[in-house]
């Protein structure tokens, strides 16, 4: 089965800084892998998807994650971090031979100013 | 705004009961997928539905059950309800059988069984 892991519950980062936040996926076949946001007390809205089209994606809100096939990773980064990115992220992966998705336990991202 | 709304916001009741929850997908959205996102499971595959009929089932308990009817809204019944149900429900909608296309969320029902 698919499943994706998801490094570090919590990531503090000053505004202005770099944002990295860690997913690596555990899949048997080319995996459809995903990253969505949740603002508090809001449902998930998808940040961006990889389909296999490019190894580099872009996303909404100046994010972006690269597949890695080497290292089974699908991190997620921004240059610089704004206050209003302070969500939860999570990690997703297209599970073989179904639609459902499969989550990565989230990662809560805090921005200082 | 995905498009995809859910009723009601927020739901309390006690245990023991039944509710209803309800999932309008986005429009020309054939599939639906329910999840539950609560504090020790995190976010987890309950059912889906494609154009009125079960496709998939995960992690969902036998005193759960959901229906897509005609017009593909769809809802989740939740019976018997105990104070562990209590956690936040997404309903997602997405275009077809399209293995990479994307799932549009709703904005959730919080279930509170006291």
């Known amino acids: 089965a698919q499943s994706v892991t998801q490094l570090g519950s919590h990531v503090s980062v000053s505004e202005g800084a770099l944002v990295l936040l860690r997913c690596n996926y555990s899949?048997?076949?080319?995996?459809?892998l995903f990253w969505y946001v949740q603002y508090p007390n809001q449902g998930l809205q998808l940040l961006l998807k990889?389909?296999?089209?490019?190894?580099l994606v872009k996303g909404i809100n100046g994010f972006e994650a690269e597949f890695k096939k080497s290292e089974t990773s699908f991190h997620l980064t921004k240059p610089s971090a704004h206050m209003s990115d302070a969500a939860e992220y999570f990690c997703a992966v297209r599970d073989t031979g179904f639609q459902k998705l499969v989550f990565g336990t989230g990662t809560r991202l805090l921005v200082s100013p | 705004d995905s498009g995809v709304t859910q009723t009601p916001k927020h739901l309390i009741t006690a245990t023991g009961q039944r509710v209803t929850l309800r999932c309008s997908p986005r429009s020309g959205d054939l599939s639906v997928y329910w999840y539950q996102q609560s504090l020790d499971q995190g976010l987890q595959f309950l059912i889906q539905y494609y154009n009125g009929e079960e496709r998939a089932k995960g992690n969902i308990l036998e005193r759960f059950s959901a229906q897509q009817f005609p017009d593909l809204h769809s809802e989740l019944n939740l019976s018997s309800l105990e104070l562990g149900d209590s956690a936040l429900y997404f309903c997602?909608?997405?275009?077809?059988?399209?293995?990479?296309?994307?799932?549009?969320f709703g904005p959730g029902t919080r279930l509170t069984v006291t």
């Open positions: 899949s048997s076949v080319p995996p459809y």
């Open positions: 997602a909608s997405s275009v077809g059988s399209l293995v990479g296309s994307e799932q549009y």
């Open positions: 990889y389909t296999s089209a490019a190894t």
